[in-house]
């Protein structure tokens, strides 16, 4: 384990944004985490814990020990006739995990595809497209506590998975360091086709047999056709989540806007944050070097040189104006750091 003083931040975020970080280790075991833990104790600084960077926005240089997971690797752990239980390093990239599973034939995260970041943020977050949740797929995690420097597991339970949330963004946030994932994954696929633009792509990709590898290459094109590429233009994919408001207040809406899609889940109706913040004129804005993505209004891009300030303020704005209209607060998925 190498500790780096004064690193530039630029090449470990998809936002692109130019901030450095005071100290600076990569860590590739558990070990080296819980070494990592002591270093920041004994500098007496915090410790921020970096994946893909693909979740974050920085708006200053980071007075911290910046901890970059590069944990890997895929081990399968058992099988039975239906399934397979998988063990993934938490510094595996996502959507290399997705195809490799998807060359195993193993079922329950195409739908997944092209999801920026790593394994170790997936239960985090509970990463979710197209009508799948990492919740479904989950069997569970180890996780270093940053107290104890013990290893603890957590199983599904344990978890607390909710709407683009778990137990590590709420009362355990900033508590644990995240090692390794388990997933239970199918041998026998249930298809799941009836979100989005899957079905209409598939039949116009002239695919009659369905298979994981149909859906994900889908998946795949649908994406590459509305989110711009991270490598090309600075972006965080989903910078808000989808608000989820009462049936009442869903009613009431629909009659001042007829229009308004909603989609009926555990907690009430879904409305597409997309479509609020399009209504509210913001799609394909640009102010100097930051913006509105022209395809999809709920990406915040960084057209070049762009300041993690500039798009905080813009992200408020937006948040603004569709609470005016709508009366409704959208919630990032991007973390301010």
Same mark, same amino acid.
Request: glycine share 8%; hydrophobic share 40%.
């Given at each position: 384990?190498?500790?780096?003083?004064?690193?530039?931040?630029?090449?470990?975020?998809?936002?692109?944004?130019?901030?450095?970080?005071?100290?600076?280790?990569?860590?590739?075991?558990?070990?080296?985490?819980?070494?990592?833990?002591?270093?920041?104790?004994?500098?007496?600084?915090?410790?921020?814990?970096?994946?893909?960077?693909?979740? &974050?926005? +920085?708006?200053?240089?980071?007075?911290? +020990?910046?901890?970059? &997971?590069?944990?890997?690797?895929?081990?399968?752990?058992?099988?039975?006739?239906?399934?397979?239980?998988?063990?993934?390093?938490?510094?595996?990239?996502?959507?290399?995990?997705?195809?490799?599973?998807?060359?195993?034939?193993?079922?329950?995260?195409?739908? +997944?595809?092209?999801?920026?970041?790593?394994?170790?943020?997936?239960?985090?977050?509970?990463?979710?497209?197209?009508?799948?949740?990492?919740?479904?797929?989950?069997?569970?995690?180890?996780?270093?506590?940053?107290?104890?420097?013990?290893?603890?597991?957590?199983?599904?339970?344990?978890?607390?998975?909710?709407?683009?949330?778990?137990?590590?963004?709420?009362?355990?946030?900033?508590?644990? &360091?995240?090692?390794?994932?388990?997933?239970?994954?199918?041998?026998?696929?249930?298809?799941?086709?009836?979100?989005?633009?899957?079905?209409?792509?598939?039949?116009?990709?002239?695919?009659?047999?369905?298979?994981?590898?149909?859906?994900?290459?889908?998946?795949?094109?649908?994406?590459?056709?509305?989110?711009?590429?991270?490598?090309?233009?600075?972006?965080?994919?989903?910078?808000?989540?989808? /608000?989820?408001?009462? +049936?009442?207040?869903?009613?009431?809406?629909?009659?001042?806007?007829?229009?308004?899609?909603?989609? /009926?889940?555990?907690?009430? &109706?879904?409305? /597409?944050?997309?479509?609020?913040?399009?209504?509210?004129?913001?799609?394909?804005?640009?102010?100097?070097?930051i913006g509105v993505h022209k395809n999809q209004p709920l990406v915040l891009v960084n057209y070049g040189g762009g300041d993690g300030n500039a798009l905080k303020k813009l992200s408020e704005e937006i948040q603004e104006s569709v609470k005016k209209k709508f009366g409704i607060l959208l919630f990032p998925e991007v973390n301010f750091l």
């Amino acid at each position: 384990m190498q500790l780096q003083e004064n690193i530039s931040l630029l090449p470990y975020n998809t936002f692109g944004i130019d901030k450095k970080a005071k100290y600076f280790v990569q860590v590739t075991d558990e070990s080296e985490v819980k070494e990592a833990i002591k270093v920041a104790q004994d500098l007496s600084i915090p410790l921020i814990v970096l994946g893909g960077g693909s979740n &974050i926005l +920085l708006t200053q240089d980071l007075k911290a +020990l910046l901890v970059k &997971i590069e944990i890997k690797g895929v081990k399968l752990l058992k099988e039975d006739e239906d399934h397979v239980w998988v063990e993934v390093g938490a510094g595996e990239n996502w959507h290399s995990f997705v195809m490799h599973c998807i060359e195993k034939n193993w079922s329950g995260v195409e739908n +997944l595809s092209l999801i920026p970041g790593t394994v170790g943020a997936s239960p985090m977050q509970n990463i979710g497209a197209y009508g799948i949740e990492i919740k479904e797929v989950f069997e569970s995690l180890s996780a270093v506590n940053r107290h104890t420097l013990e290893t603890e597991i957590f199983d599904w339970e344990s978890c607390e998975f909710g709407y683009r949330e778990s137990v590590f963004k709420g009362k355990l946030k900033d508590k644990y &360091i995240i090692t390794k994932v388990c997933f239970k994954l199918s041998k026998n696929p249930i298809f799941h086709t009836d979100y989005g633009a899957i079905k209409q792509t598939l039949n116009e990709n002239g695919i009659q047999e369905l298979s994981i590898k149909a859906i994900s290459d889908a998946v795949i094109q649908i994406r590459q056709s509305k989110l711009p590429d991270p490598k090309q233009i600075g972006n965080a994919g989903s910078f808000f989540k989808n /608000p989820t408001i009462s +049936l009442s207040d869903y009613e009431i809406l629909k009659k001042e806007f007829p229009e308004i899609p909603g989609y /009926p889940n555990d907690e009430g &109706i879904k409305i /597409p944050a997309a479509w609020l913040i399009e209504q509210t004129g913001w799609k394909g804005k640009t102010f100097e070097n930051i913006g509105v993505h022209k395809n999809q209004p709920l990406v915040l891009v960084n057209y070049g040189g762009g300041d993690g300030n500039a798009l905080k303020k813009l992200s408020e704005e937006i948040q603004e104006s569709v609470k005016k209209k709508f009366g409704i607060l959208l919630f990032p998925e991007v973390n301010f750091l």
